[in-house]
């Protein structure tokens, strides 16, 4: 590995390190507070335990928790009713202790956990606001205490350890309240410790990469230090429409823009990272599904492994919408074919949780399961389920193709042989009609160009016979001309005789003629014109057969596809195809969706035969060769993988007979979604085990939550030298590998080798989610290439909730907002909500009566105190019936979902500025994009803001004249 790549492999882990020993914002938990004393003596007061562990849901006392003690926090100084020290927040704890409190208020040491100081009040850091010591001093004291810390037993041990690396790193006494310039406070505080070390896997594969990696393109694509070389576009052509094999889909044809990315995908290399922009509502989804299916037909086609690929992202919310999304395929009217024909399989995700996340995964009857082939592969793989799925398999194949056949290899090569078939039919489609393409059909169907054709074919044996008749007809008028004037025609006065009598014998589109042609002349003329006319039949008559012998063809290939019971235009209104481009957009609806179901079937016939089966001695064990089957069979009968970018390292470990090692360059795909929420320390280490990634993101959603400030990465980058001097950052950040205020994204665009609007990497274009009269405030807001697909809802003749604005608002007149721990709410606000969904509801849920009600309306607000104000509203005001179909939350438990109607709770009063609303555009452009037919506001919007550049501003000029106080 390049030196510069391990030294940004290095300054990633860095960053990782630093956030498992983060500053925590205790001022936003539930906190109390004891004495130096009573911390030393390991014993407080027994109601810090109670109120800690009031948790109503909760029925069983606990006899512990676990904790953390922040024994050293910055004073907040106050001079002549000032702050004295601005840049430090109240309640800045330096120096966390991680305990266990028992029910009688006895503290011990929580074994496994150590203490520590937050890596930004450590040195070397970039204008530090505290500088407690440096970190290696930290580093070296664990190191050299390893002993040590295993001997600790009693309270005691553990405060004499805690006080000596307290007094090693900062050269201060631990009982003193003061370090260095900065006074600390005297109390000591106490939370929940809620916090999860799930960056222990990254760091982990971090390290490898730093020790043992011999290379991964893919990785070193991501961290190189310079821009892509920006490539032309490539054009949609045949060849590219016949790379295109594969759709999970059948409703609905691929949109331009998702054409698009499709052709750039199948001509990826390995290394290589295809970034694509995807507003909300331009269907990222399909097109994941899109390529998941192209790449597994490719390989079925083939008859080679199914492809390993996996979709990731950091939070759970992200992929469980794509193991939902891949659970859902409608169906499109195939029979049987869209079935599955195995037991104990309905999706084609397979998810890959943390042990705290299984709970919610069976709850919601996903397919789970982890690298040792527990949970899903375990019950799939049971003997009785394959001898089930034997025999559901056979039963379903006979069906389909009307067949009596017991054998599973005949079964397997007869849906290989129609898969091949099919493909062979598909791409001669888009041939002849690439070829078709040639002879200027235009708008005219073959059929309608052939009668087209015979027409005009007619006209020019029609005017041929015309011409030799009017020959014959110009020979008899020079004839009958007297026999002077033929005898004297050198003479002018003939002449002009001989010429006043053709004169009056040319006809009007005789226009190659003049009056003083000679016979001989004339015949000339006309023997040209023939001869062109004869050309331009024979031409004719050559087009006409090769249309003739593409349309016989054609007819062929639709009677091949009519005895396998497919027919094209089953869903059509024209049984017709104009062009290539509608031939390859039915082939999205049809075949390609067909060959999808035929490769599941071809790779469930594979998995029922029982290729790389596990022994009963392999199973529950990952060796390579192992996990290799393990995964083999996974991917036949679920060909995505989804997992968090904490779960993705471990699940691609293998045992070795001396020690552990990652599957570097494994995965096939890599498929990142939300990849705008994704800071690129958390995701990087993953890129090297697999060979090429598509990452899906919108950098105008919501952020990543980033736990390293800019003045730490630029510390960081500076020590692991990736930058040398400070003024390089800047460049540095645009390049996006920073990890202070940049994301996946980010980085996938700076790797992607091409560009869209002026930007770098594809974009997602045809907006179909909202009504154009929602979407265009966000096109307006941030998106100037968005195109509004779905129309506006006054044209919409099956819209019910007419007295609805599609954007409006319902003024609620509060001075100003309520604020607990930090965050904000309004109660008035909550139960004009209540009364008014009270109120409508029911006329809401009549106008959508064959949708699930739990899909019907969300209410977003940009607090967390107000989800909590208005759910305690609900509990008081809304019947069960109402309250348990209404989701609440802010602007991040909505990303990626969707509502029919969506109430913005603003909060704000109008004595008060929007501050928080209008700091990041992200934040109105996610909540305002998940309603589909009303965004309606709630709120005081004397509190928006009067310039329409803003976020406020511009909604406030959308809604000003749509008031629903009527409604």
């Not at 966390?96 to 203490?115: C, H, M, S």
Request: aromatic share 10%.
């Amino acid at each position: 590995m390049r030196d510069k790549v391990k030294e940004i492999t290095s300054y990633l882990r860095s960053a990782v390190a630093a956030q498992v020993n983060k500053k925590i914002k205790f001022e936003e938990e539930k906190y109390f507070y004891f004495t130096f004393v009573e911390f030393i003596n390991g014993k407080i007061n027994e109601a810090i335990f109670k109120d800690l562990t009031k948790e109503p849901k909760i029925k069983k006392e606990k006899e512990s928790i676990s904790v953390i003690i922040v024994t050293k926090t910055i004073k907040t100084i106050f001079e002549s009713q000032e702050r004295k020290n601005n840049n430090i927040e109240d309640l800045t704890g330096v120096y966390y202790v991680p305990a266990i409190l028992n029910k009688d208020g006895t503290l011990q040491y929580d074994e496994g956990k150590l203490p520590w100081i937050p890596r930004e009040f450590l040195q070397p850091m970039i204008e530090p606001k505290v500088s407690m010591g440096h970190y290696k001093d930290y580093d070296n004291y664990i190191s050299e205490s390893i002993g040590r810390i295993h001997k600790i037993k009693k309270w005691q041990d553990y405060v004499e350890f805690v006080k000596d690396l307290y007094e090693y790193v900062t050269s201060s006494k631990f009982d003193e309240s003061r370090l260095l310039e900065v006074e600390l406070e005297k109390n000591i505080y106490i939370i929940k410790d809620n916090t999860v070390n799930a960056t222990g896997s990254i760091l982990n594969l971090y390290d490898n990469i730093i020790n043992e990696c011999n290379g991964s393109k893919l990785y070193e694509n991501f961290v190189d230090l310079e821009f892509n070389k920006i490539l032309p576009l490539i054009p949609n052509d045949i060849t590219e429409m016949s790379k295109h094999c594969g759709q999970m889909g059948g409703e609905y044809p691929l949109s331009p823009s998702q054409r698009e990315c499709i052709n750039h995908f199948t001509n990826m290399v390995d290394g290589e990272m295809l970034a694509v922009n995807g507003p909300p509502g331009t269907g990222k989804t399909t097109l994941l599904q899109s390529m998941v299916a192209n790449l597994y037909v490719e390989r079925a086609l083939k008859k080679e492994k199914p492809p390993l690929i996996v979709a990731s992202s950091t939070n759970n919310q992200a992929v469980t919408n794509i193991i939902e999304s891949f659970g859902k395929i409608k169906s499109m009217g195939y029979g049987n074919l869209e079935e599955r024909w195995i037991e104990g399989v309905n999706s084609f995700a397979v998810y890959f949780p943390s042990s705290s996340s299984e709970g919610n995964a069976k709850t919601k009857v996903y397919h789970y399961t982890n690298l040792r082939g527990e949970n899903f592969i375990s019950d799939v793989e049971s003997e009785e389920n394959i001898l089930k799925s034997k025999e559901r398999l056979l039963a379903n194949f006979n069906k389909y193709f009307g067949d009596s056949i017991s054998s599973l290899g005949i079964c397997e090569e007869v849906i290989h042989a129609s898969l091949c078939k099919i493909e062979l039919i598909r791409r001669n489609f888009l041939e002849l009609f690439d070829n078709l393409s040639s002879y200027e059909i235009r708008d005219k169907t073959i059929e309608e160009h052939l009668v087209f054709l015979k027409q005009e074919k007619e006209c020019l044996e029609e005017q041929i016979s015309m011409d030799k008749l009017r020959i014959e007809a110009w020979r008899r008028h020079f004839k009958g001309m007297p026999l002077l004037y033929r005898l004297l025609k050198f003479l002018k006065s003939y002449k002009s005789k001989i010429a006043t009598r053709n004169r009056m014998f040319i006809e009007s589109e005789e226009t190659f003629l003049d009056e003083y042609m000679s016979l001989e002349k004339i015949e000339e003329k006309y023997s040209y014109r023939i001869m062109d006319l004869k050309i331009k039949l024979e031409e004719l008559q050559r087009t006409y057969k090769e249309i003739e012998h593409i349309k016989k063809q054609y007819d062929d290939n639709l009677i091949i596809l009519n005895n396998l019971n497919i027919d094209i235009f089953q869903r059509e209104k024209k049984k017709s195809v104009l062009n290539l481009n509608q031939m390859n957009e039915i082939m999205d609806k049809t075949l390609r969706y067909i060959e999808f179901w035929l490769s599941v079937h071809y790779y469930e016939c594979r998995w029922v035969k029982g290729e790389d089966k596990l022994t009963k001695n392999q199973k529950g064990k990952t060796y390579k060769n192992i996990l290799d089957s393990l995964y083999n069979r996974l991917s036949m009968i679920t060909p995505c993988y989804v997992m968090t970018f904490y779960q993705l390292p471990r699940n691609f470990l293998a045992l070795g007979d001396n020690k552990n090692f990652y599957l570097y360059n494994y995965i096939d795909l890599l498929i990142v979604d939300e990849a705008g929420q994704v800071s690129p320390e958390i995701a990087a280490c993953s890129f090297a085990l697999a060979k090429k990634a598509v990452v899906v993101g919108d950098i105008y959603q919501i952020e990543p939550v980033w736990s390293v400030c800019k003045a730490l990465d630029i510390s960081l980058s500076l020590e692991k030298q990736v930058i040398l001097t400070r003024e390089e950052y800047e460049k540095f950040s645009e390049l996006g590998i920073n990890t202070s205020s940049s994301s996946v994204m980010k980085v996938a665009s700076k790797c992607c080798k091409y560009m869209k609007f002026g930007d770098r990497g594809l974009f997602l274009s045809e907006h179909r989610r909202c009504y154009n009269e929602i979407i265009s405030y966000c096109k307006d807001l941030v998106y100037r290439n968005l195109e509004p697909m779905r129309g506006n809802a006054t044209d919409d003749k099956n819209y019910k909730l007419n007295k609805l604005p599609q954007m409006g608002y319902k003024q609620i007149d509060t001075e100003k907002s309520s604020k607990r721990g930090g965050s904000r709410y309004n109660k008035r606000e909550a139960i004009e909500i209540a009364n008014w969904i009270n109120e409508n509801f029911q006329m809401i849920r009549a106008a959508y009566p064959m949708e699930d009600t739990k899909s019907l309306l969300g209410i977003i607000t940009p607090f967390k105190a107000q989800v909590t104000c208005i759910a305690s509203v609900f509990s008081k005001h809304l019947p069960e019936e109402i309250k348990k179909n209404i989701s609440v939350g802010t602007v991040h438990t909505f990303q990626g979902a969707e509502r029919r109607i969506i109430i913005m709770s603003t909060v704000y009063g109008g004595n008060e500025e929007c501050y928080f609303i209008d700091a990041n555009k992200s934040m109105l452009n996610v909540a305002v994009s998940r309603a589909k037919d009303s965004f309606l506001v709630f709120g005081n919007i004397n509190s928006f803001n009067d310039n329409n550049k803003s976020g406020s501003g511009l909604l406030k000029q959308y809604i000003i004249k749509n008031t629903i106080l009527d409604y």
